[in-house]
């Protein structure tokens, strides 16, 4: 039978919740056992898909087509585990699916209530397509306090007593400032939180406490104290240099050590930091570096383009280097600003999006990134604005647009109406935004001697996409013979997935999202053929 272990967040958001349940995540399947990272999201919306990366960071993709949270991108970059559309669930989808039943008479006339209905409907999301894991991993999003996070944190109080207290263990992370005027590190936050969460029903097993600085022993004794928890499993976790030390910092805490002594089971085989040790020391020491140009509409937000970012981190630990990423706000560059703003870069990188805001000056630094055989790549958006770009600019198509700007114009990118996937017909729209784009793995095809299939080395790739416009296939004869090659195709050959210039150094644009796959122990070979042309641009 699997265990499950809940992490919930206390006093204030953003502590790192994901990071904390990615790496021991990491921490037990380098012991041996199979884990499975599951979020359970509080707000009202269905999924992430229609909010702004200004609210809720980036949406990652699934493989099978969700829209999630970007902390299953962190599950997935530290456990090497695919996550799946039953690994993400928010309070809007919860109450979907209960109210569809009710309107279907489900309850046999019974008052549908928070208590039992949402909660059951919850426990079952829990439970759902386990495997054969010895872990099951439950972050809890939020703040324990939030309203909105109550009828959560009831569901695993529940589920603890169903499944049996020794089946369960909660790990609660919470804040413990240091205050700088008195020069002391403050535990009462995190008591208040504790006596929040033990208030509703739940006594944690595990405190993780986070903080800018070492917590000094008589605080964490005063913790154990005050929230009743053993001295052992009061877990510090200081301020790190980079993310990829937190399995390190958290091995050292014995964290993995503690959750195993809890359900009294013996580790299989020794953990392996190593990779962690390799790829910190690449980040924090190595002297050389590359700047990458980031030119989008979300770069004063770190979390919008958060696997975008790493990804690119990534593609410097494969090339030894580090990756300086100069963020470039697209609303206000004009082309009299690009060789200005893009002088002391040598890579420049176009990322997905949406809408016509910020167009016009990304189209300019590709026209730039063109002309001046400066290495580029264009993702998802960014693809498609190279081909408005190149119609413009090369083949004399002045009014080349997308019908996504809703603008006059020729629609050289257009709404995609249908496609195919596993032989079975999808039809597209833009009336209901919600999960109706073409979402999660496809397959591309790879033309021979092209740069793109010597990078991937292999005749076709699945990658995941999130888009409703594409290309038009109409127009790829009057490319190539311009020079512009459709070197990645669709299997029935009706949709362009990647375009790249003939006479230049690196110029690759492509449909989908490599970002979403890249791993710091195993980088994307885009991203690390990316950057390994960056690094050699002169």
């Known amino acids: 039978m699997a265990r499950y272990i809940f992490v919930t967040g206390g006093v204030v958001s953003s502590l790192g919740k994901g990071l904390s349940s990615a790496s021991l995540a990491y921490l037990l399947q380098s012991r041996g056992f199979k884990v499975r990272i599951r979020k359970l999201d509080p707000y009202l919306n269905v999924d992430p898909g229609t909010m702004s990366p200004f609210q809720h960071g980036e949406v990652f993709v699934t493989d099978d087509g969700a829209e999630t949270d970007l902390d299953l991108g962190h599950y997935e970059r530290f456990s090497g585990i695919s996550a799946k559309k039953t690994d993400n669930i928010t309070t809007g989808k919860i109450y979907s699916d209960v109210l569809k039943k009710e309107r279907k008479g489900k309850y046999l006339g019974k008052t549908v209530q928070v208590i039992p209905h ?15 894991e010895d872990f099951v991993i439950c972050e809890i999003g939020g703040t324990v306090g939030d309203i909105e996070s109550l009828p959560f944190i009831e569901a695993i109080r529940q589920f603890s007593n169903d499944v049996g207290k020794k089946n369960t263990l909660f790990i609660h992370l919470t804040l413990v400032p240091y205050m700088k005027a008195s020069d002391e590190i403050k535990t009462k936050p995190t008591q208040h939180s504790v006596k929040e969460l033990r208030s509703i029903g739940i006594q944690p097993d595990i405190i993780i406490c986070r903080s800018e600085r070492s917590i000094p022993l008589d605080q964490r004794k005063k913790i154990s104290l005050f929230c009743n928890v053993d001295i052992k499993n009061v877990i510090q976790t200081v301020d790190v240099k980079t993310i990829y030390e937190a399995p390190i910092s958290f091995n050292n805490e014995k964290l993995d050590t503690q959750v195993l002594n809890y359900f009294n089971i013996k ?23 590359v700047n990458i140009g980031i030119i989008g509409k979300y770069v004063n937000l770190k979390d919008a383009y958060k696997s975008l970012d790493e990804a690119l981190t990534h593609g410097g630990i494969y090339n030894n280097l580090k990756v300086n990423l100069i963020r470039i706000e697209s609303d206000n560059l004009r082309p009299s600003d690009i060789k200005n703003k893009l002088q002391d870069v ?19 630094a590709i026209s730039y990134s063109r002309k001046h055989n400066i290495p580029f790549l264009g993702i998802c958006f960014g693809m498609q604005l190279a081909i408005i770009e190149f119609a413009r600019n090369k083949l004399n198509i002045k009014k080349a647009t997308s019908s996504e700007f809703k603008s006059k114009g020729i629609p050289i990118v257009g709404l995609i109406n249908e ?11 833009d009336k209901d935004l919600g999960g109706t784009m073409r979402l999660g793995l496809y397959e591309s095809k790879l033309k021979e001697d092209s740069l793109v299939r010597k990078i991937y080395n292999s005749k076709s790739i699945k990658e995941r996409h999130r ?20 070197s990645g195709l669709s299997p029935d050959n009706k949709l362009p997935e990647v375009i790249e210039l003939k006479n230049h150094k690196w110029f690759i644009g492509v449909q989908f999202h490599p970002e979403f796959k890249s791993r710091p122990l195993a980088p994307h070979p885009l991203f690390s053929s990316f950057i390994k042309a960056a690094k050699n641009h002169k």
């Open 419 to 429: 496609w195919n996937k596993n032989g079975k017909l999808i039809k597209g729209t």
């Open 467 to 486: 888009h409703r416009y594409e290309v038009n296939i109409n127009y790829k004869e009057k490319f190539e013979k311009n020079g512009m090659i459709f």
């Open 346 to 364: 040598s890579g420049i990188l176009i990322p997905g999006g949406f809408g016509k805001r910020g167009t016009e000056g990304k189209i300019a």
């Open 118 to 132: 949402i909660t059951n409907r919850i426990k079952e999301f829990i439970k759902k397509d386990v495997n054969k």
């Open 267 to 289: 580790s299989k085989k020794n953990v392996n930091l190593n990779p962690w040790k390799k790829i910190t020391k690449i980040i924090l020491h190595t002297k050389k570096s």
